[in-house]
């Protein structure tokens, strides 16, 4: 639903369950944000990449990179939903920022958008990477939707998802997909009073390779842009499914 762009994983700003502490923030709706909204994509996603690292009596642990530096961009209003061009300025902004992983949590779907391919450039060109999920539009096994856009363009990371066997998800759509994570039942934290939550979701795959995209840049500094990618498909663990289901395969983390 919005983008959340991740980088710096250096900074060791620490986020706890339901307690984001954003490094910084920037709005690009112009109404504002629902909280239903907001409490399906700010804290659910954020806390999937860098949630809890050590499980405690009550909470199991979950997240991926928990002292990592947060920049948030919100280009959604009051009714869920935000413009294209919320969405390429979110992205610029996180461009702009200079974040080494940006997640685009928010998918338009349709055909190839040019604007988000030059986007996609604009990012590779600045040392910056761009993943986004590749949607969730499909029905398997009877109906297999194609990736829409932005994951439909050739310079953006589309992240395909899986399930709890890592099977290809129900939902995941087939074509461009570049890499795929685990989609389905992924533990994350929500507002309270629930504070915690199973969600399903590409964005939720694409959260996990965010994670691990951030991991390798911290890794590694010659590891930007284009070259960021070069691990994240190198190192992916092979599954027995079509390139067009799950890309290079499983992310992993370094």
Known sequence: MLPVPFGKPAMRIPIEACMLRHHLEHRFAHTPMNKNCLGDCVPYITGTVCGLPIPTRRVAR????????????????????GTIAQYLAGLNWAIGQKCEAILGAMGSGGPLNPAFTAAGNGALARGCLILTGAGHPSMRPSVIA??????????????????TNLNVARF??????????PGVNIFSCVPA??????????????????????????????????????????????????????????????
Not at 196 to 221: F, K, N, Q, R, T
Not at 240 to 247: H, M, S, Y
Request: proline residues 8%; aromatic residues 8%.
């Open 62 to 81: 979950y997240g991926m990179v928990f002292q990592s530096d947060i920049f948030v961009a919100i280009v959604t209003g009051s009714s869920g939903g």
């Open 146 to 163: 194609p990736t829409g856009a932005p994951a439909n363009s050739p310079s953006i990371v589309a992240v395909g998802a899986l399930d």
């Open 172 to 181: 995941s759509p087939g074509g461009k997909i570049d890499i795929a994570a």
């Open 193 to 254: 009073p629930a504070l915690y939550a199973d969600l399903s979701g590409s964005s939720m795959a694409a959260a996990h390779v965010a994670g691990c995209a951030a991991l390798w840049a911290e890794a590694d500094s010659r590891f930007r842009g284009a070259r960021l990618r070069d691990p994240l498909f190198a190192s992916a663990r092979h599954l027995p499914f079509p390139a067009t289901d799950v890309g290079a395969g499983l992310v992993q983390a370094p």
